[in-house]
């Protein structure tokens, strides 16, 4: 565990990161009351024009330093909104929970199934459902670093309520409990085993019916949120899905993708490896989609598009071209070698820093 210094000194260098967004035109509303609101948020949500009976639902974290308007701007979920015909809904986070904005994924009276945020959270989703007449077999949830963090909170404890999840600079459910704790998780540090992180979702809630589908975004590049993390994520989500291995493997322009199916033969999880890549969400420029600014990265690829297009929000589309790939980037590797390894007498310091070498970050 870190020293008290050593935290406030992370502490003190979040709270003076470029979090501060450009001028622009602010495309969300305030949802009004949601309940008891015990945990203490606050709600954002874009309804498109036009909108028809029993449309989806997305819901939208953003990350620390963030605001649920700037993020949207970023990421360009409520234009995507606007184009497809779905409700965006937008937690926020007050400075009077976090002084940097972050949701708190790792205080536990906060990600317990109908506490704090995660329950705050919850009952914004009751409350656009039924106002809005949402179909309630399409819902779904995102969101970046701590955001993502929370968006697997809620996925762990309240996996009834989504059809799917995707959790971009994220980290798995219920692994720290302190402000320490969750700096040494973010370097990978004091991670469970694969038992023991499947052991903490499926002691989250008493689901026994089916479960999210996972999707996993991180930069090769990240040192705030280390790979580390995703591939803990995926270990996390695997056994509920009883999905294959190893995974299928897909290339998407200078990235890739790893597919894992479930028994069903459907996609249960994704990993997509953002080559080159720091810490914040992909997004492509040029699609339309977005807008290039702090952790928000322009890196040619848009994951508010494959997100939404995984789950079905927007038509199938196509873009796998070969782009030159400049020197920052490293070029994919053509095999999955997780470091979660299944063999006897792997422990999890060893493949924490086999993830780490993977990505650059030790010798």
């Not at 540090?189 to 694969?194: H, N, R, V």
Request: glycine content about 10%; aromatic content about 8%; some cysteine.
């Amino acid at each position: 565990m870190r020293s008290i210094s050593d935290t406030i000194e992370r502490l003190r260098k979040l709270r003076s990161a470029p979090g501060a967004a450009p001028v622009f035109d602010d495309r969300l509303t305030d949802l009004g009351p949601f309940g008891s609101n015990y945990g203490a948020l606050e709600a954002k949500i874009h309804i498109p024009k036009g909108l028809m009976p029993r449309a989806p639902l997305v819901v939208v974290l953003h990350g620390c330093t963030q605001t649920a308007s700037a993020y949207d701007h970023g990421s360009g979920w409520s234009r995507l909104a606007d184009d497809y015909g779905f409700v965006v809904l937008f937690p926020q986070q007050t400075r009077s929970n976090n002084a940097n904005t972050c949701f708190n994924w790792f205080v536990p009276g906060d990600i317990r199934r109908d506490q704090g945020e995660a329950f705050s959270i919850r009952q914004m989703i009751e409350t656009v459902t039924s106002r809005y007449d949402i179909d309630r077999s399409r819902i779904f949830i995102t969101g970046l670093s701590a955001g993502g963090a929370m968006a697997n909170v809620m996925l762990a404890t309240h996996p009834e309520l989504f059809a799917g999840g995707a959790i971009i600079a994220g980290l798995p459910y219920a692994t720290a409990t302190t402000v320490p704790e969750a700096f040494d998780r973010m370097r990978g540090q004091g991670l469970p085993g694969t038992d023991g992180l499947q052991t903490l979702l499926r002691a989250a809630s008493k689901h026994d019916g089916s479960w999210p589908t996972i999707s996993v975004w991180q930069g090769t590049k990240d040192h705030t949120v280390v790979p580390a993390t995703a591939f803990a994520v995926i270990e996390q989500w695997r056994d509920v899905h009883e999905v294959e291995y190893p995974p299928a493997i897909e290339r998407i322009d200078r990235h890739q993708r790893f597919v894992w199916r479930g028994a069903d033969g459907r996609e249960a999880l994704e990993l997509y490896q953002l080559g080159g890549m720091g810490h914040g969400t992909p997004i492509d420029a040029t699609s339309g989609y977005g807008s290039a600014g702090p952790y928000m990265l322009d890196v040619g690829i848009s994951s508010t598009q494959h997100i939404a297009r995984s789950w079905g929000l927007i038509a199938s589309f196509e873009k796998r071209v070969n782009l030159d790939l400049p020197k920052s980037h490293e070029p994919p590797a053509n095999t999955f070698q997780s470091p979660y390894s299944s063999e006897q007498g792997t422990g999890i310091q060893q493949t924490i820093e086999k993830a780490l070498r993977a990505a650059g970050l030790m010798k």
